[in-house]
């Protein structure tokens, strides 16, 4: 029995990167060998065990197919060597071992891949699983600040997969982890434009491929292609927030204008609405989970509010902060002023202006939040006590508004 530390662990250590986790190849030894020495087993398809200390996973040498979901059989027993094991990786950069030594093994080229900043398939057991296009979107995600790109024969034999209609085998629940793996990411705008130059993205998200090519009044937006806006924004959420809720919204903030009537172009009316219900078919589609869809629908139904802030009813600022669930939530109001924000400053020259309505807002909120139902005539009670304490936001709102109008003028 011999024991590899595989992949990631090796990768990040020969980059000089934090090592996320470990995980461990076992060459020449059976299930029943792994569960006599206090190993969980975990795997269903094949074996993999949890160590009884470390709780790292380890898993036996296979051959065959890559993954469930794929055609071919899978072959585990102690005739396979750590060669065939590591040739059904998916990148050479991924496909390299060390001993208990600590000596490196690297039957592929992973290593002169990593120093020439290439992002390289194994072999052509990557096509086994379509999975793996969205993952190299997501190592192009995490390491292009590295300067890694894509090799030319992989983005090729990737094409060739979309082309075979391979993307319509994905599993819902796996795509929303890769695009969440790629929006924690440093440079997730390099997930989606691989993702749209394999012309994969069509496949998989559809309602944001539709956005590229769509104009935009060049005013507001110099960059005009709403696409382009999208990724813009999506990079400036980046470096606003580490919070993933934040940057999906961002995504899918604009959705509906993909979906605008060509009669009315460059200009985009409804498009908040229209992008609320595409939101929906999205996270429906990919099992997107509820606290994603909700602060996503309230972004894509009221960014625009905000951006329109110092001319709105106190109304219709008390309706906005209601349907975003803020006195609820006020974290969600929060998310919501980072997202408007990552909107505006990610458009041609507008990264470094100034966005005061998402302070203006928090205080608007501050001033109605302090108006409860403890505040109210004790005898009030039902409509007549919600219809009170609307009043009275409303009034509070307005005062405030007055305020910061006069101090801007």
């Given amino acids: 029995m011999q024991v590899y530390l595989v992949g990631g662990a090796v990768r990040d250590r020969l980059l000089d990167k934090p090592v996320r986790e470990r995980d461990f190849v076992v060459v020449g030894a059976t299930p029943e060998q792994m569960q006599a020495r206090g190993f969980r087993r975990v795997g269903s398809y094949f074996p993999v065990f949890i160590h009884p200390q470390t709780h790292e996973e380890y898993a036996l040498a296979r051959s065959g197919r890559p993954e469930a979901g794929s055609s071919g059989e899978v072959i585990y027993d102690r005739s396979v060597t750590l060669e065939q094991d590591l040739a059904r990786r998916d990148l050479t950069i991924n496909a390299m071992a060390e001993d208990t030594q600590g000596e490196l093994i690297d039957p592929y080229g992973g290593r002169e891949d990593l120093q020439k900043r290439i992002l390289r398939h194994v072999s052509d057991a990557f096509t086994e699983d379509p999975i793996r296009v969205l993952r190299v979107a997501r190592f192009l995600a995490r390491y292009a600040d590295l300067g890694f790109t894509l090799a030319p024969e992989t983005h090729a034999l990737m094409r060739e997969m979309v082309a075979a209609g391979q993307m319509d085998r994905l599993v819902a629940e796996r795509v929303w982890q890769e695009l969440c793996g790629a929006l924690g990411e440093t440079q997730p705008r390099r997930f989606f434009e691989l993702l749209r130059s394999l012309g994969a993205l069509q496949r998989v998200l559809p309602e944001l491929d539709a956005l590229f090519g769509v104009p935009q009044p060049v005013v507001w937006h110099p960059e005009v ?23 999906f919204a961002t995504l899918t903030h604009d959705l509906g204008k993909g979906t605008t009537p060509k009669r009315i172009l460059p200009g985009h009316y409804g498009h908040g609405e229209r992008g609320s219900r595409l939101i929906d078919q999205l996270c429906d589609r990919i099992r997107v989970p509820r606290r ?53 400053q990610g458009r041609g020259g507008f990264r470094q202006r100034p966005y005061p309505q998402g302070e203006d807002l928090m205080r608007l909120y501050r001033v109605a939040a302090e108006v409860t139902s403890a ?35």
């Avoid at 292609?225 to 940057?247: F, N, Y």
């Avoid at 975003?324 to 969600?332: D, K, S, V, Y």
């Fill in 375 to 409: 505040t109210q005539d004790a005898s009030l009670m039902g409509r007549l006590l919600g219809d009170a304490i609307e009043r009275e936001r409303i009034e509070r709102i307005g005062e405030m508004m007055r305020t910061i109008n006069a101090v801007a003028d």
């Fill in 292 to 344: 994603f869809r909700e602060l996503a629908r309230g972004c894509a139904s009221y960014h625009g509010h905000l951006h329109r802030l110092y001319e709105l009813r106190p109304k219709t600022v008390l309706k906005m902060l209601t349907g975003l669930g803020a006195f609820r939530q006020p974290r969600r109001l929060t998310q919501f002023i980072l997202v408007c924000q990552a909107d505006f």
């Fill in 225 to 247: 292609d709403c696409g382009e806006h999208t990724l813009m924004a999506l990079q400036v959420a980046v470096e606003l927030s580490d919070d993933l809720e934040v940057r």
